[in-house]
Nanobody, 123 residues
Framework: LPRLEESGGGSVQAGGSLRLSCTFF????????MSWFREVPGKEPEGVAA???????SYLDSVKGRFTIIRDNEKNALYLEMNNLKPEDTAMYYC?????????????????WGQGTQVTVSS
């Protein structure tokens, strides 16, 4: 079973940038769809971005034009480049993986998760 590990979170001021990384430990990384979710206490996890095995991209409307999801199949890695960050982007960010996914923005459709990395954006 794959194991996921995120890194790259931190605290930035509004308008700043961060790059999150997720390392996939396991085999056949290229056969997994990958995604980023975020969660704040008291709310349901929110799908931020996803990239399928064929490179198809999906984004949450509020991050379009600011966030970019990238996968590197050579390095078994997933990235989330976040620019023009806003205080409402503050959350714990998780990467997720699965072989087949229905509706990408539904957290219940993803079976493999990392431990998360905190992103805090101050105004």
């Amino acid at each position: 079973l794959p194991r996921l590990e995120e890194s790259g979170g931190g605290s930035v001021q509004a308008g700043g940038s961060l790059r999150l990384s997720c390392t996939f430990f396991g085999s056949a990384y290229a056969t997994y769809a990958m995604s980023w979710f975020r969660e704040v206490p008291g709310k349901e996890p929110e799908g931020v971005a996803a990239i399928d095995t064929d490179g198809t991209l999906s984004y949450l409307d509020s991050v379009k034009g600011r966030f970019t999801i990238i996968r590197d199949n050579e390095k078994n890695a997933l990235y989330l480049e976040m620019n023009n960050l806003k205080p409402e982007d503050t959350a714990m960010y998780y990467c997720a993986a699965d072989v087949q996914v229905g509706r990408w923005a539904d957290a219940a459709n993803w079976n493999y998760w990392g431990q998360g990395t905190q992103v805090t954006v101050s105004s």
